[in-house]
C-alpha cells in the first residue's frame, strides 16, 4: 500500500533531523520536508543534503522573506503591538507564516500530515497547530517531541546514531536560539536563572553598550500610512531597510532586552531578546503617532496594541478579531505618515525630531512665547465643569 505523506516544518537541527527518521520509521510516513528563508540564513544544498540523509522523501526550500514583512510584520509594527513591553514578536510572527507555507506544500504534494519539531512546552506548537487547523482543518497534527520518548538532546544523538544519521553534531548546545530577519530570541543554559545576568556570549546582533561608540549617530525613517518606507530620505525596501537598522542599531547596542515572560501554556519562562531594528522602527513609529493622532484615537490604539500583541503571542493570527483589529489599525494608520529623527547612542535609541505633512501640533496653542492663540479666557470655564462632579470630594 502507498504510505501517505507528512510535511515536515524542518530546520535541519538534531531535532528535526531526529524527527524525518522517526516520521518515517514510527509512522511508516513519506516525509517530504519544508524550509523557509525568513531570513535566519539558509544553507539550501546543505539542507538538501541533511534532509536527504535523514530519510526525507525530498526538501522544498521557499524564500518568504519578502511575505513575512509586508503581511505579518509591517501589519504589526503598524499596530505597535509588543509582547509584554519587551518582545517584538519575531518568533511567534513566523509561525502562521511558516503554518501557510506548510499548508502550501501539503495540498501540493498531496500529504495527509503536517508535523514540526517544537517541544510539548512552549508556545509554538499551539502557534503552528491553531495555524494548521485554521487553513486546513482537515490535515492531520503531528508533534514527535510531545510523542516520543527520547527526552534528552543526548537521547536524540543516540538515536541519531543508531540509526545511521550521518550528521555531524557539536556538543550539547549551551542555548536554544530561535532567529529570524525581525530578531533573535535566546533562551535556556544558563538564562534558566532569572537573577543571572545574560554572558555576553548570547549577543549576536548587538555590541556592549559599554563598547559601543562614544559617538551618537542620527538617522531619519520615513513612513507612509503606518509602514517605514525609506530612510535618510531615501526610499528604501523593506527588506535593506530592517537589514540597516539591524546593522545600525546593533553597532550602537540598540536593541536588547531580557524578559521572565508569560507563556501562553503557563509557564514563566526567561528569554533574551535582540532585535536593533524592530526597537528602532517601533520607537519612530510611535513618535509620529503621537504628532498625528488625536488623543482619543492615540490613547484607544494603544489598548488595541496590547491586544493585538496578545493575539500574535497566542497563536491567534487567523482569527476573526485579528482581521477586525487590522481594519482599525488601518483606519487609525491613514495619516500617520512622515519622518522621524532618531538618535543612536551607547544602546539608546531616542526620538528627537518629527514632522508631517498631517501634523496635529500647533505651536500657536501650545506656545508660551509672543504669538500664543489660545484663549485663556476659555480654560476656567472647561475646568469648572470638568471638576464638577468632585466638588466637596475631598
Ligand atoms: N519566547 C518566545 C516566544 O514564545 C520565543 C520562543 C522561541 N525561543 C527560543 N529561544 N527558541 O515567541
Known amino acids: 500500500m502507498k504510505r501517505k505523506k507528512v510535511v515536515l516544518a524542518y530546520s535541519g ?11 518515517a520509521e514510527e509512522k511508516n510516513l513519506d516525509v517530504v520536508c519544508f524550509s523557509a528563508d525568513i531570513g535566519q540564513g539558509v544553507n539550501p544544498p546543505l539542507l538538501r543534503k541533511r534532509a536527504k ?9 521557499q524564500d518568504l522573506r519578502r511575505e513575512f514583512v509586508r503581511d505579518f510584520i509591517f501589519p504589526t509594527l503598524k499596530a505597535g503591538a509588543v509582547y509584554e513591553s519587551k518582545y517584538y514578536l519575531a518568533t511567534a510572527l513566523s509561525r502562521p507564516l511558516i503554518a501557510k507555507a506548510l499548508v502550501g506544500v501539503a495540498r501540493k504534494e498531496n500529504a495527509s500530515f503536517i508535523a514540526h519539531g517544537c517541544t510539548g512546552k512552549g508556545n509554538d506548537q499551539v502557534r503552528f497547530e491553531v495555524s494548521v487547523a485554521a487553513l486546513a482543518p482537515d490535515l492531520g497534527v503531528i508533534a514527535p517531541l510531545r510523542e516520543w520518548s527520547l527526552t534528552s538532546r543526548e537521547e536524540e544523538v543516540a538515536y541519531a546514531r543508531r540509526k545511521r544519521i550521518p550528521l555531524e553534531f557539536g556538543a550539547g548546545k549551551l542555548y536554544s536560539i530561535d532567529e529570524n530577519l525581525w530578531g533573535r530570541s535566546i533562551e535556556a543554559g544558563r538564562l534558566e536563572d532569572p537573577w543571572a545576568e545574560p554572558p555576553s556570549e548570547v549577543y549576536k546582533l548587538t555590541k556592549d553598550p559599554k563598547k559601543a561608540p562614544g559617538n551618537p549617530q542620527s538617522v531619519t525613517i520615513q513612513f507612509q500610512k503606518g509602514i517605514p518606507v525609506g530612510l535618510n530620505g531615501k526610499r528604501t525596501d523593506p527588506l535593506t531597510l530592517i537589514s540597516r537598522l539591524d546593522r545600525l542599531g546593533g553597532r550602537h547596542g540598540v536593541g536588547r532586552s531580557d524578559l521572565v515572560e508569560n507563556r501562553l501554556v503557563g509557564i514563566k519562562s526567561r528569554e533574551i531578546y535582540e532585535a536593533p531594528a524592530a526597537a528602532i ?18 490613547h484607544y490604539k494603544r489598548l488595541i496594541a496590547e491586544r493585538y500583541a496578545e493575539l500574535v503571542y497566542d497563536g491567534l493570527w ?3 478579531l485579528k482581521t ?7 483606519a487609525a494608520s491613514e495619516r500617520v505618515t512622515g519622518e522621524v529623527r532618531v538618535k543612536l547612542f551607547k544602546g539608546n535609541a531616542t526620538a528627537v525630531g518629527r514632522r508631517s505633512p ?5 505651536k500657536s496653542l501650545a506656545t508660551y512665547g509672543k504669538k500664543d492663540a489660545f484663549d485663556r479666557k476659555i480654560a476656567e470655564g ?4 470638568w471638576g464638577l462632579p468632585y466638588r466637596g470630594h475631598k
Open 318 to 320: 487567523f482569527t476573526p
Open 281 to 298: 522602527l517601533s520607537l519612530a513609529h510611535e513618535a509620529l503617532e503621537n504628532l498625528t493622532l488625536d488623543r482619543n484615537l492615540f
Open 13 to 23: 537541527g538534531l531535532d528535526t533531523s531526529v524527527c524525518v527518521k522517526w516520521l
Open 382 to 385: 472647561f475646568i469648572k465643569v
Open 324 to 330: 477586525a483589529l487590522d481594519e482599525f489599525v488601518d
Open 358 to 362: 498631517y501634523s496635529l501640533y500647533q
Open 53 to 61: 540523509s535523514s530519510g526525507a522523501l525530498k526538501i522544498a526550500i
